[in-house]
């Protein structure tokens, strides 16, 4: 069994800084990608961050338009944890975020930690 616990969710006041961690329960590398996504109120989940884990990766990253130039995922491969960075937060910004791992046709989802962003 799989587990991804999230944490680092807060309330923050616009403009400023959060970094997500997402520590899971077995070697990153035996994962082909980890990431996080979000979920605002009333609206569908949006995928916004990805990075490459397998052992032979890169560490390659993705992101979506919303959020690119001011957050950044990275990952440590001895603590088995993925973050997410965010930077100049904005009120548009807040949502549940969820991390995942995905390895071949398994996607395996944590519980998300909430983030609140204030005008």
């Known amino acids: 069994q799989v587990q991804l616990v999230e944490s680092g969710g807060a309330l923050v006041q616009a403009g400023g800084s959060l970094r997500l961690s997402c520590a899971v329960s077995r070697s990153i590398f035996s994962f082909n990608a980890m990431g996080w996504s979000r979920q605002a109120p009333g609206k569908q989940r949006e995928l916004i961050a990805t990075?490459?884990?397998?052992?032979?990766?890169?560490?390659?990253?993705d992101y979506s338009n919303f959020v690119k130039g001011r957050f950044t995922i990275s990952r440590d491969n001895a603590e088995n944890t993925v973050y997410l960075q965010m930077n100049s937060l904005k009120p548009e910004d807040t949502a549940k975020y969820y991390c995942y791992a995905r390895v071949r046709q398994e996607t395996y989802w944590g519980q998300g930690t909430p983030v609140t962003v204030s005008s």
């Open positions: 990075i490459t884990t397998g052992a032979s990766a890169g560490g390659s990253t």
